[in-house]
Structure formats: structure tokens, C-alpha cells
């Protein structure tokens, strides 16, 4: 199983050293693949996979605390999203990969986005999907104080997904702390919000000079009204596609997987 060793990690503080797991599928320009909250094996990309693997090469690492990677057992600190840009950075230098086309699902959307005003240099362009931009989440709340509390109740389907992605011999409930973890980490985010007036770059993300595409399900649970509508005043030449039958997931939904592969095809092609 490929792995890479990092003397230390600002994702996993206080863990030395921290062995990152990571999937080299394809052959091609490098696409660095950035898992939402809840792992890889949540919403995996197998359609996406299937389809562009013979023109790209898709690395997919488990940040630390997910997956096969080192596991982490602290609470996640509030600047997790730029701690895991620190060292998504940090595996790609061990790689030897020193430019790529980066695309993010939901967290991973945040992070990749923390990517291009961290190191533009590094960026040949964003694919940001199920994005983020407000910390409050106020209609998200109750989700997340849900399954902090119970994440036994995530349904069946979803718990084999992330038990075969994060459960280790022994250790099958490994996935629990995990959704726990993230879950808990945006109630924080939640609290210390001021409301709709701020937002998790801190006024920064009409900065990014790196070409962007969103690409939102019309109808994600997890975005709040009008948030996306603040993010294209943010970045108000970026490219803009909206996934009609889509929700928080759309490249992974059946109602909009191919869609999304039409979005990907362009994007991968600099349109």
C-alpha cells in the first residue's frame, strides 16, 4: 500500500511521525483529489475514475485522522481546513509533485481553495465542489449536534461505507470518532461565528488568482441561503455550475454523476 512519512504534521499535532495513506489511480497531468469531513469512502470518485483515468493521474490521500492514515483521536481545532492544506502541501512535496489541478469535495473544497491563496505557485487550477464559505451553518446545526451526539444514526448504507473506509481489525467503530470529530469541530465553528457577516477566509477568498470552478448541487442540505450567492460576489469570475438534480454529493449521486463528469471533462481541458 503506497504511504508517505511526514516527520510531523499541523493536521495531527503532537503525533510523530504521521504515515499518510494515499491512491495513485492513472496516468497523465497530476489531479489531487481532497476528501469532505467525513473520509474518502464516504463519496468516493468511481465514476470519475473509470472515465479519466487514462489521461490523468489521480492522487487521492487520506488526510491524517482518516482512512488508513494515522489516526487521531484529539479534537479538531477550528483552523483545521488550513492545518490540512499545510500538509496536503507536505505529501505532495514527499511526492515529488510540484504542480497540479486540485479538486476538493465539501471540506476538501475549503481546504483546496486554502491551497490556492497558501501557494498559487502549486496550482493549475480549482474544482471546488460542495463548498463552504460560511462558518454559522445555521440550518446545518441540528445535522451536526445529531450525529456528534449519535452517529449510530447515520444510515446503514453510509455506516458500511465508513466503516470499510476507516475500520481496522479490532477497531470497527473507528469511524464513529471520526464523524464525531468533524461534527463537533463545525459546532465550534458555529459558535464562535458572528453570523453571516464573516466566513472561513476570513474576507480572503476574493484573493484567489488560481482559475476556479464550482461545482453545487442545487440542492446540497448542507449550504445556507444566499451563501453561494456571497461567494460568487467574492469571486464573481469564477466559473459557476450549478448540478440541477444534484445534492451534497453530486458526483457520487446517480441522478447527476454524469453531469458532473461533463463539468469534470471541461475543467480538466482549461475550458
Not at 32 to 42: I, N, R
Not at 199 to 206: A, C, I, S
Request: contains cysteine.
Amino acid at each position: 500500500m503506497p504511504f508517505v512519512e511526514l516527520a510531523n504534521s499541523p493536521h495531527a499535532p503532537g503525533i510523530c511521525p504521521v504515515k499518510i495513506f494515499y491512491r495513485d489511480v492513472g496516468e497523465g497531468q497530476p489531479l489531487v483529489f481532497l476528501h469532505g469531513g467525513w473520509g474518502y469512502g464516504a463519496y468516493p470518485i468511481t465514476w470519475q475514475l473509470k472515465a479519466f483515468k487514462s489521461k490523468v493521474r489521480f492522487i487521492i490521500p487520506d488526510r491524517s485522522g482518516y482512512g488508513r492514515s494515522t489516526p487521531v483521536s484529539a479534537p479538531m481545532p477550528i483552523d483545521f481546513h488550513q492545518r490540512a492544506a499545510e500538509e496536503t502541501l507536505l505529501v505532495l512535496d514527499k511526492l515529488g509533485i510540484k504542480r497540479a489541478m486540485f479538486w476538493g469535495h465539501s471540506d476538501g473544497a475549503v481546504i483546496a481553495a486554502k491551497i490556492g491563496l497558501l501557494a498559487p505557485e502549486r496550482c493549475e487550477r480549482l474544482l471546488l465542489e460542495a463548498f463552504h464559505f460560511e462558518p454559522g451553518k445555521l440550518n446545518s446545526r441540528s445535522f451536526f449536534k445529531q450525529f456528534a451526539l449519535h452517529p449510530e444514526d447515520v444510515k446503514e448504507k453510509m455506516q458500511k461505507l465508513l466503516i470499510a473506509d476507516h475500520g481496522t481489525v479490532g477497531n470497527k467503530d473507528r469511524w464513529k470518532k471520526v464523524v464525531q470529530r468533524n461534527c463537533r469541530v463545525w459546532l465550534k465553528l458555529a459558535a464562535q461565528s458572528s453570523g453571516t457577516a464573516d466566513d472561513l477566509f476570513d474576507g480572503r477568498l476574493g484573493k484567489l488568482k488560481v482559475p476556479v470552478t464550482f461545482m453545487h448541487g442545487s440542492g446540497d442540505p448542507r449550504t445556507e441561503a444566499n451563501e453561494m450567492e456571497r461567494v460568487q460576489r467574492a469571486l464573481p469570475h469564477a466559473d459557476v455550475r450549478f448540478v440541477e438534480t444534484g445534492r451534497h454529493s453530486p458526483h457520487s449521486e446517480r441522478k447527476s454523476w454524469k453531469q458532473c463528469n461533463g463539468i469534470l471533462s471541461e475543467f480538466l481541458a482549461g475550458k
